[in-house]
């Protein structure tokens, strides 16, 4: 499979647990995104990369939320002390270097916290 | 920043009908318009997208329509299908430009029902 990997699936979490996701792209993709959707709203942009630089950060990105992605590759994103609030899909989307636009999303990870 | 209105919100259709999805976007940078379709428990797929020198776009039974100067672009089906059943989200975005991010700012969704 040469498409965007996303795990976990899903997690369930007690509130105040830390939890991290990791995204897979598609290989030779540089750039790629992070977004967040909640139930019945289209995906809302968290973060950016191009290559290992995290270039924009939105300010849905609260600091208990940190993303990296070393060496240009996988990413992670992590969020410490989750609330309930935080309870969503996060979505991982990579595009190509030839910066045409398309971007191609991962089936996401399904975060709740109780 | 960008504000995408997408409707309508719900559209239920008979198989063989055509679903046509409107949006409007608010920032005339934005030049490249991506359609997603997103069925339950998966990510979003890409369907076909325009780029702001075309006005329409054609792929099998799908196709896709820009006029940049109202700001609206849209999505028709045509012969729908039971499989075409799922969430369509418009997007848009501005690419090319130097500094440019090219992130999606999405519209909130239609749930597009093809009744057999």
């Known amino acids: 499979d040469t498409g965007v990997s996303q795990n976990p699936r899903h997690k369930i979490t007690k509130r105040g647990q830390n939890v991290t996701f990791r995204c897979d792209p598609i290989?030779?993709?540089?750039?790629l995104y992070w977004y967040r959707q909640t139930l019945g709203q289209g995906p809302e942009f968290l973060t950016y990369f191009q290559n290992e630089a995290q270039l924009e950060k939105s300010r849905l990105l609260s600091d208990r939320f940190s993303a990296e992605r070393p060496k240009g590759s996988f990413s992670t994103l992590e969020i410490q002390r989750t609330e309930q609030g935080d309870s969503a899909m996060y979505l991982c989307?990579?595009?190509?270097?030839?910066?045409?636009?398309?971007?191609?999303f991962g089936q996401g990870t399904r975060l709740t916290v109780v | 920043g960008e504000n995408v209105e997408q409707h309508p919100s719900t559209l239920s259709v008979q198989e063989g009908d055509s679903a046509v999805i409107k949006c409007t976007y608010s920032?005339?940078?934005?030049?490249?318009f991506p359609w997603y379709k997103q069925e339950l428990g998966k990510g979003p797929q890409l369907i076909i997208d325009i780029r702001s020198n075309v006005g329409e776009k054609k792929d099998q039974r799908i196709a896709v329509t820009l006029n940049k100067t109202a700001k609206h672009f849209s999505l028709h089906i045509t012969e729908t299908q039971p499989e075409d059943s799922a969430v369509y989200f418009c997007a848009a975005s501005r690419v090319g430009s130097g500094g440019s991010n090219y992130k999606l700012t999405f519209g909130k969704g239609t749930l597009l029902t093809v009744n057999p």
């Open positions: 989307a990579s595009s190509p270097w030839t910066g045409t636009g398309e971007a191609f």
């Open positions: 290989s030779e993709h540089n750039r």
């Open positions: 920032d005339s940078a934005s030049n490249y």
